[in-house]
T-cell receptor, first 109, second 112 residues
């Protein structure tokens, strides 16, 4: 079983749609959680950290459920520019970041 | 200017050749990392360094070596390249006390 699992997609949604991605992780000792965004053939960029109480950044909302060991990302009012691959990242300690394979999102006009 | 730079950005090499990928950063971070990314897989950690005198193996270090020449520079070497080392390689940095990592633009390596 992979340590971090994501639905690979692709998710194809129209502009303005709301879309949600889930990610599960296997190690209950995981300490920090992140969503990164990766455009095609480019470097991952931090989208947002994920906190236990849930957090929001504009159109993006992240949730963490430690009991069920899953993380979610909700994107509201999707834009064409949101098209990318979204990586779920789980951190045990500084030297141990585990990356999911990513969920690909395409937003269409 | 980018905070984390990698050279070369693209490289095609032949099986058995030695190749070095370089990473430089201006963020002032002590911690640096090398990852590889294969299609359909998550990033995998090759090596990491918490300061100039500290080098550690990651989950897939076989066939690779590294050198931390200075706080700002961390190089990855493939001593004898093989085709299954064809991948996208990323360098990353992080600050002490911070778990977030910042990535360079990547090096696309093809071994024929």
């Amino acid at each position: 079983r992979k340590e971090v699992e994501q639905d690979p997609g692709p998710f194809n949604v129209p502009e303005g749609a709301t879309v949600a991605f889930n990610c599960t992780y296997s190690n209950s000792a995981s300490q920090s959680f992140f969503w990164y965004r990766q455009d095609c053939r480019k470097e991952p960029k931090l989208l947002m950290s994920v906190y236990s109480s849930g957090n929001e950044d504009g159109r993006f909302t992240a949730q963490l459920n430690r009991a069920s060991q899953y993380i979610s990302l909700l994107i509201r009012d999707s834009k064409l520019s949101d098209s990318a691959t979204y990586l779920c990242v789980v951190n045990l300690r500084y030297d141990d970041m585990r990356f999911g394979a990513g969920t690909r999102l395409t937003v269409k006009p | 200017d980018a905070d984390v730079t990698q050279t070369p950005r693209n490289r095609i090499t032949k099986t058995g050749k030695r190749i070095m990928l370089e990473c430089s950063q201006t963020k002032g971070h002590d911690r640096m990392y090398w990852y590889r990314q294969d299609p359909g897989l998550g990033l995998q950690l090759i090596y990491y360094s918490f300061d100039v005198k500290d080098i550690n193996k990651g989950e897939i270090s076989d066939g690779y070596s590294v050198s931390r020449q200075a706080q700002a520079k961390f190089s990855l070497s493939l001593e004898s390249a093989i085709p299954n080392q064809t991948a996208l390689y990323f360098c990353a940095t992080s600050d002490v006390g911070e778990r977030k990592q910042y990535f360079g633009p990547g090096t696309r390596l093809t071994v024929t």
